[in-house]
């Protein structure tokens, strides 16, 4: 009988044994994964703020952006190297995913003067926080948008221009100032992409 509790007490040592150490395992992938994702949105911080810096330093004597495109982006090399990444043709954020420019509009009779840029291929937590970059506001950001699917830019030229306030906010615009105090469960909401498919675009003077 005394044998039989202590082969009992070392299987149920035994047994909380494994599941701490699947337990710990866990927290040890999850936070990692945390870390990576984190380290992932400051990148992508970093580039959203040196490509605006860039495409303002091109057209800063211009009193529009012309037919400013990925392609006219591309040629004037506004894209920072850390886009530029090995084996891959096209720039693309840090989440591997495409980076698309595009001329926008400021009211209906300034036509090209502003451009937007989208990041796709982010994660959902990727998208709530470049949604709520408040720092961008200092670099002319008009407005921005999340969408749990792959998005070019100019989207927000068709939507934004001539639509109500209360119209432009169902459609997950919003305007620079209110962008970082956008609430979590909205954010959730608007990036709502299981996978690495939601994207971000935002509107610059």
């Known amino acids: 009988m005394a044998e039989n509790k202590k082969q009992n007490v070392r299987m149920i040592f035994k047994i909380i044994a494994f599941l701490a150490f699947i337990m710990l395992g866990y927290l ?16 992508c911080t970093d580039e959203i703020i040196e490509l605006v810096h ?62 937007e840029v989208s990041f796709q291929g982010l994660s959902q937590m990727g998208c709530m926080a470049l949604l709520r970059l408040g720092e961008l506001e200092e670099l002319g950001l008009i407005a921005v948008a999340g969408y749990s699917s792959a998005t070019p830019s100019g989207m927000l030229d068709e939507i ?36 690495d498919v939601c994207t971000v675009v935002w509107k610059f003077r």
């Open 54 to 115: 860039n495409i303002h330093d091109i057209y800063q004597n211009q009193n529009d952006y012309g037919e400013f495109d990925y392609k006219i982006a591309d040629k004037m090399k506004v894209y920072p190297k850390r886009m530029i990444r090995q084996g891959i043709k096209e720039p693309t954020n840090a989440y591997l995913g495409g980076v698309d420019v595009y001329y926008s509009s400021t009211y209906p009779d300034k036509n090209k003067s502003a451009f």
């Open 28 to 43: 040890g992938i999850r936070n990692y994964k945390l870390s990576v994702e984190k380290l992932k949105i400051n990148q």
């Open 160 to 195: 934004y221009l001539d639509t109500k306030q209360a119209d432009i906010k169902a459609n997950h615009i919003f305007v620079a100032k209110s962008a970082p105090y956008v609430a979590d469960e909205r954010a959730e909401k608007i990036c709502g992409c299981d996978d």
